[in-house]
């Protein structure tokens, strides 16, 4: 096993120098805020400059198939700006989940290449139609859509996240020949997406009901099931580094805050019981930091500690995140509680990952079979 390299090179320091401005100057809070008051899933105007023109969709996807050829590393970082800025794109269920499912399909096949080339140029949207809080290492995921002898499916998902603005859903579900990946475009007839109530109004989910919907099969059996697992533990891998972003964002909001607001002639934040709480905060994201860096460099190097590595942040960095964007909140006093005020978007958010692909719970469990460490029992 090759010595993990928890460092960012200059390359991915570039990468993230250029998210970074972009988002600043495309996705400043209020704009965010924004959208989130709007109907619409996502920001097309803030996906379309970052995924397409960038190319951040395509990181994932090999350059013969149109991508840019990068790794889960780079991904990674573009993540962490993501979550940094709350963003309201697709790029965890399009770029990440939905990329990678196909990638596991067979990319030979000229339905598969057509759709990753779509989905890397950033001109397709697609999402993996399972729910959000589907977790990695429990086998394939059952699926609650049945396929038809004449390649329609029938059935419903609930909680998926990044299907409301897809155009292309790829769909588990049991057919006359067993488990198979599907792909559904949104706008066949009998699709139909239903929007629900989401705690995170920056990353909304609705219920996908298909009905007789026309389908085609891209891959089948222990393929399908394969690609799906990979989907599922390369998402959960990368959602450390968004849960990392929030975190970061919080703890820099929190300090900037307390050291500018002042109560009887002196800084807040330069009392003991405050910087105690956010030296230990920062203590946590240092952390987080390596937890979530080193599942990027297991993914982007096809480690086989990959599964291990994803537990650990995700146990890990689920937690961090929701402690920063609770500790930002209440740093922030009365303005923390406003709407006006960004932060509660970040603890919605910091919520919404934590029972994102799997609970820090569900991970320890996963981690605890997989270093041969069983929980007690009785």
Known sequence: MSTPDLLYSEAEDDLRAAVRSLLADRCPPPAVLAQAESDRPYDPAVWQALGAEMGTAGLLVPDKLGGQGATAREAAVVMEELGRA?????YLTSAVLAVTALLGCDTDEEAVARLLGGLAEGGTTGA???????????????????????GTLSGEVRGVAG?????????????PDGYGLYAVHT?????????????????????????????RRVAAAERAGDAVRRALLTGAGLLASEQLGIAEWCLTEAVRHTGERHQFGRPIGSFQALKHRMAALWLELVSARAAARYAADALAADSPDTPVAVAVAQAHCAEVAVHAAEECVQLHGGIGMTWEHPAHLYLKRAKSDEIALGTPGRHRQLLAGLVDLPAPTG
């Open 86 to 90: 709350v963003a309201p794109v697709p």
């Open 128 to 150: 993996l139609a399972l729910p959000l809080s589907s977790a990695p290492g429990e086998g394939t995921p059952p699926a609650t859509v049945r396929a038809g002898g004449d």
């Open 163 to 175: 299907a409301l603005g897809a155009e292309v859903l790829l769909v588990p579900a049991e057919g």
């Open 187 to 215: 706008t066949e007839p009998g699709a139909t997406l239903e929007p629900l109530t989401s705690l995170d109004l920056t990353r909304p989910l609705a219920t996908v009901t298909l009905d007789s919907a026309p389908a």
